[in-house]
T-cell receptor, first 114, second 120 residues
């Protein structure tokens, strides 16, 4: 069964370092998302991406964050200068259709900022 | 105001019994969708069931059913015949603006979750 895959599963980094989280969405999906979940808290929307551009982003997604779909298969989230409060599980998700349609999540990438 | 409220931070249920996880939502949008996801201890988010605001019937998916009460703005998840493997966090989520032509409203808003523990 097709699935969303994410790498790395866990990354530890020093505060101020750049981090890139990678995702391979399901191949025929058109809408891509990043969500994050700080330990013990709710899942929060970061950004949605459609037709090679950001379609919506939350207040969390500030100038330190960027997304890219460089080669038609990977979908990346970059954090330019990590802060302690960026420590969280980051989930990539994708879906095929625009209106309804199930959102398929990856298994998440745990980021720990020291 | 919270868009999605899950009032039960934790619940126990006896194996083989049914359990209802509560979810209430707040929206003024006439077109929205409600989702339930399961998050086991391994961390992944597993889609369980979906209910559209215009759907006439309550959604069902195997042992999962959604008790959709539109006037009360509630979308409770019912799990029948609980199994030990059902022990997990359960999140209710909503997507608003399903029919906006500009594709805005793509995002899911999640509730705080309910931790379900199934006792043998």
């Amino acid at each position: 069964e097709p699935e969303v895959t994410q790498t790395p599963s866990h990354q530890v980094t020093q505060m101020g370092q750049e981090v890139i989280l990678r995702c391979v969405p399901i191949s025929n999906h058109l809408y891509f998302y990043w969500y994050r979940q700080i330990l013990g808290q709710k899942v929060e929307f970061l950004v949605s991406f459609y037709n090679n551009e950001i379609s919506e982003k939350s207040e969390i997604f500030d100038d330190q964050f960027s997304v890219e779909r460089p080669d038609g298969s990977n979908f990346t989230l970059k954090i330019r200068s990590t802060k302690l409060e960026d420590s969280a599980m980051y989930f990539c998700a994708s879906k095929r259709t625009g209106e309804t349609g199930e959102l398929f999540f990856g298994e998440g990438s745990r980021l720990t900022v020291l | 105001a919270q868009k999605i409220t899950q009032t039960q931070p934790g619940m126990f249920v006896q194996e083989k019994e049914a359990v209802t996880l509560d979810c209430t939502y707040d929206t003024s949008d006439p077109s929205y969708g409600l989702f339930w996801y399961k998050q086991p201890s391994s961390g992944e988010m597993i889609f369980l069931i979906y209910q559209g605001s215009y759907d006439q019937q309550n959604a069902t998916e195997g042992r999962y059913s959604l008790n959709f009460q539109k006037a009360r703005k509630s979308a409770n998840l019912v799990i029948s015949a609980s199994q030990l493997g059902d022990s997990a966090m359960y999140f209710c989520a909503m997507r608003e603006g399903l029919r906006r032509p500009d594709n805005a409203g793509n995002m899911l808003t999640f509730g705080g979750g309910t931790r379900l523990m199934v006792k043998p």
